[in-house]
């Protein structure tokens, strides 16, 4: 498949098959971050992999999901997400100015999952402070977001925006994902 086509492809993923990702497999998504272009290579952000069968379920727990479809949009129970990647950016390298290094490796990770056929759902609504005791992160560490995933479990699929940018799932569960049409966005 074609970098364009895994582009066209990845849409987010709420709803999960019980199945474990080879540690080898997350650490590749991550060294993809990794490769992702830095201001002034910096390098600021860094990663926690939460792939424990005990953890898992705990950052579960301090996320808050689909904002439009909540709470039927949810992982229910046995659809949740089997790991997560945790995003911080390390404020002893940077302070300020690394929002375009922390899009560019994320979007990294997610479309090398969509190649590896793992579902990602990217999540901002995060319990910080949580997320921090729970997982011991020094205080230096900034959590900007965390990246569920899996095996995908849903179908997901994008159309062309009529009025609307709501996402919303049918009568059959498939999630529609409305994308403004190309000649809207060209200024």
Same mark, same amino acid.
Do not use: M, Q, R, W
């Given at each position: 498949m074609s970098t364009y086509d895994v582009i066209l492809s990845r849409r987010t993923i709420r709803k999960f098959k019980q199945e474990t990702i080879e540690k080898s497999i997350i650490k590749k998504l991550v060294n993809a971050a990794r #490769?992702?272009?830095?201001g002034a290579n910096m390098q600021p952000i860094k990663y926690i992999i939460v792939d424990d069968a005990d953890k898992v379920p705990k950052v579960f727990n301090h996320l808050k999901w689909a904002g439009y479809i909540a709470p039927q949009g949810d992982p229910k129970k046995g659809e949740e997400p089997v790991a997560y990647i *945790? !995003?911080? !950016? $390390?404020t002893k390298i940077r302070k300020s100015g690394y929002e375009l290094d922390l899009g560019a490796a994320i979007q990294n990770i997610l479309l090398v999952a969509e190649e590896e056929g793992i579902g990602t759902c990217w999540l901002g609504s995060v319990e910080r402070d949580a997320i921090r005791k729970l997982l011991d992160i020094q205080e230096d560490f900034l959590i900007n977001s965390v990246i569920a995933l899996g095996y995908k479990d849903e179908i997901s699929v994008? =159309? $062309?925006?009529?009025?609307? *940018? +709501? #996402? #919303? +799932? $049918? =009568?059959?569960g498939i999630l529609h994902v409305p994308k403004r049409k190309l000649e809207d966005i060209i200024v």
């Open positions: #490769y992702a272009p830095s *945790i !995003v911080l !950016v $390390d994008a =159309e $062309d925006a009529n009025g609307s *940018i +709501k #996402y #919303y +799932k $049918d =009568e059959k």
